[in-house]
Each structure stands twice: as C-alpha cells, then as structure tokens.
C-alpha cells in the first residue's frame, strides 16, 4: 500500500503550513504502520512516495523546474509500485532515491 507522503525539508516557495505537517504525519503513520506490519508477520507493504512538486489547483498550478506535471508524477508512482522491490516502511524520493527508511534489523 502505497501513500502520497512529502520530503522533510521545507520549501521556501510553498509552505502552507497545515498541508506540510499533514504530511510529516502521514510518514510517520506509514512508517508506524509498516513496523507492525512486520512484527505481526503480515505479507503486506505500507510506504510512501514523494514525487516531489506536482502543479495541481492546490498549489495554483506552480511552475517551475522542480514541478512535474501530473502525468509525470503518475508515471513516477506507477513506476515506484512496479519496480519490483521491497519498500516496506520507505519513503521514496522523487529521484527514486530512499529519504526516509525503517531499520527492520
């Protein structure tokens, strides 16, 4: 199970506080949620995905060379979901790139 999670840093260029701290939020829940996952041994997968800046009405269709469109962020998440490895507790960066991870050690 997949979610539409956020980075950690902060962006000087939008910074609508309620969403950004939804979003810490939401990583943390998943990554909560993934560690009891694995300690009940359940086959199921729970991380997160930011493809980084998306221009959508929320944003009010911010341009810029860190925005994709929505069609690019689809293709990332679909691409991410199908890539064949295991993100258990992840959250994946728009480059693909781990930026948060769960120590399952």
Known sequence: MANLGS???PAVWYNPTA???SKVALNALMQSIA????????????FGIFP??????????????????????GKLIVDIMN????HNGDIVGPDKKIISKVNFN
């Not at 980084?52 to 690019?72: A, L, P, R, W």
């Not at 890539?83 to 295991?86: A, K, L």
């Open 35 to 46: 560690i009891q996952f694995f300690n009940e041994k359940r086959a199921v997968e729970i």
């Open 52 to 73: 980084g800046g998306v221009s959508t009405d929320i944003n009010g269709f911010c341009q810029g060379s860190y925005m994709k469109t929505t069609s690019e962020a």
């Open 7 to 9: 980075g950690n840093e």
């Open 19 to 21: 969403y950004r701290v």
């Open 83 to 86: 890539d064949g490895q295991r």
